[in-house]
């Protein structure tokens, strides 16, 4: 079975530049989860969806960054604009209700830098 | 709020030595427990976890004890390999918060051959 997949792996840009990541979660995973990981920090999560709708997005800077799943599979993560501060690892995740509780399995994740 | 703490890192043992990686939470109710590890260049993978107090959780080599009375949840392992190499993270799931997911800081071992 195919794991979380993301792209790009890595990504440099300029500020003020407008990036988009993605993520395929495993088939049948009907939750996706986006993550974002500071240097020397854990994941913390940036926004939550069942389906295509976004049931948790409280921690997502709303003035820049924004998320799609509108199909209730594959999602984007945007920012636009980009900031020095935003360089990190972004990390997508996907669980499935019918797996064990709270299991998320996630992907490789995106690294951003940001110049 | 919810938060994990666990041991800074790096820590770096030989192979065969025994490995404790210390863990901490704080909570309101009784929250799931977790040890997910990040080898380099992968996401990560959930390594164990328990669901209430006084389960241990195990998988490859490592465990670790859901203790309420210490608020702890340290990691394990009698005989380390050098392919243990990785990032740990301690993470809590916090109860009747749609089950979201609260990750300590990581600590990074080198096992040394």
């Known amino acids: 079975e195919a794991g979380v997949v993301q792209s790009p792996r890595y990504k440099i840009i300029e500020k003020k530049q407008p990036v988009a990541f993605w993520c395929n979660p495993i088939?049948?995973?009907?939750?996706l989860y986006w993550y974002l990981q500071n240097l020397g920090q854990g994941p913390e999560l940036l926004i939550r969806y069942e389906n295509e709708e976004a049931v948790d997005d409280s921690q997502l800077p709303k003035d820049r960054f924004s998320a799609e799943r509108l199909k209730g599979v594959d999602s984007t993560l945007k920012i636009q604009p980009a900031e020095l501060g935003d360089s990190a690892v972004y990390l997508c995740?996907?669980?499935?209700?019918?797996?064990?509780?709270?299991?998320?399995?996630f992907g490789p994740g995106t690294r951003l830098t940001v110049l | 709020g919810n938060s994990v703490t666990q041991m800074e890192g790096p820590v770096t043992l030989s192979e065969e030595a025994f490995l404790t990686i210390n863990c901490t939470y704080t909570a309101t109710g009784y929250p799931s427990l977790f040890w997910y590890v990040q080898y380099p260049g992968e996401g990560l993978q959930l390594l164990l976890k328990?669901?209430?107090?006084?389960d241990k959780g195990s998988n490859k080599g490592f465990e670790a004890t859901y203790r309420k009375e210490t608020t702890s949840f340290h990691l394990e392992k009698g005989s380390v390999q050098v392919s243990d190499s990785a990032v740990y993270f301690c993470?809590?799931?916090?109860?009747?918060?749609?089950?979201?997911?609260?990750f300590g800081k990581g600590t990074r071992l080198h096992i040394l051959p």
């Open positions: 993470a809590l799931s916090e109860v009747n918060r749609d089950d979201k997911i609260i």
């Open positions: 328990a669901t209430k107090a006084d």
């Open positions: 995740a996907s669980s499935s209700p019918r797996g064990n509780h709270n299991e998320q399995f």
């Open positions: 088939s049948g995973h009907n939750t």
